[in-house]
């Protein structure tokens, strides 16, 4: 009998959340980490993704991922599943944030291929199941071939499927081909979520289990009701959220010239509306003065839209 038959499965809109930071542009801001943490879940989402890329995982240090992961576990309080990113380059150091995230509580962990060293498909097949079998508790694929420069082929999703311990995946790749393959090669209980928040709905309709959208650590309740239109087909109110969706994406995630220009927007937006301070972990740094007064003017009027529509 197949493995796929009695894993768990997730549904619904599960923020990738920021990392809350003061302004030393390193230390964990446990105020404001509490704070989002209950405006997400006020705002009806599914669950949330700490340490993942909007969470800026890979530029923080070992310590504060640490930190990070205890924290929030007692913020949620059981509340909505906390799913951990442990990805790394070394798996040691993905087992050992495995086994915090385990111990503080969490729902499963969540691991893109490890960058660096380009490996190949039957290399990441035994890289995951040999990552798998170390964990103990449920583990995600994320694919996401802009950062990692490695994508995780359909066929080697469906041979890693079969590891009992392996229950879904997370796709950041923005291929719709791609994704509606899965959807077509896995249909049976394998939870398989979407990134990019401007396709979220369309693959919801089409076989999605959820979105993992950044915009929702912005106005969660926007992405809900959008998830609840796409799982009910209300093309009407579908079409009317995708379209403050779209704003959010088009207005808000491009301002600069920067590969990190939605890093920026999102935390910059997030100061603007008073829910945490816009710091970012080196390499990066904030928008400067111009640029975020052209962000503070576009979500303050992309916050009155919203507000209208829910």
Request: glycine share 8%; hydrophobic share 40%.
């Amino acid at each position: 009998m197949s493995n796929l038959a009695n894993k768990p499965s997730f549904k619904g809109i599960i923020p990738p959340m920021v990392t809350p930071l003061l302004s030393d542009n390193l230390t964990l801001d446990l105020k404001a980490m509490n704070h989002l943490i209950e405006h997400l879940i006020l705002g009806g989402v599914h669950g949330i993704f700490i340490l993942g890329t909007t969470g800026e995982s890979t530029s923080l240090s070992y310590a504060t991922r640490k930190k990070l992961i205890e924290e929030s576990c007692k913020a949620v309080k059981g509340r909505v599943p906390i799913f951990v990113g442990i990805t790394d380059t070394a798996i040691e150091e993905s087992i050992r944030l495995a086994q915090i995230a385990k111990k503080e509580g969490a729902s499963a962990v969540v691991a893109a291929p490890p960058y660096y060293y380009g490996l190949g498909q039957e290399e990441l097949f035994k890289y995951y199941w040999s990552l798998a079998s170390q964990v103990d508790l449920p583990l995600f694929l994320y694919n996401m071939p802009s950062h990692t420069k490695i994508n995780i082929d359909a066929k080697t999703v469906v041979r890693l499927a079969e590891h009992s311990n392996i229950i879904g995946l997370k796709d950041s790749s923005g291929n719709a081909v791609y994704f509606q393959s899965l959807c077509h090669l896995l249909k049976t209980n394998f939870t398989l979520l979407v990134g990019p928040e401007e396709i979220t709905a369309q693959m919801v309709m089409t076989g999605a289990h959820g979105g993992v959208n950044g915009g929702a650590n912005l106005f969660p309740k926007l992405y809900v009701a959008l998830y609840n239109a796409a799982i009910a087909k209300d093309f009407a109110r579908i079409e009317e959220l995708q379209d403050l969706v779209m704003e959010i994406s088009t207005r808000i995630y491009t301002v600069g010239s920067y590969g990190s220009s939605y890093l920026k927007g999102l935390k910059g937006a997030l100061s603007a509306l008073g829910i945490v301070k816009g710091n970012i972990a080196p390499p990066f740094t904030s928008f400067d003065e111009k640029e975020m007064t052209k962000v503070i003017d576009t979500i303050k009027e992309i916050e009155i839209k919203v507000t209208k529509v829910l």
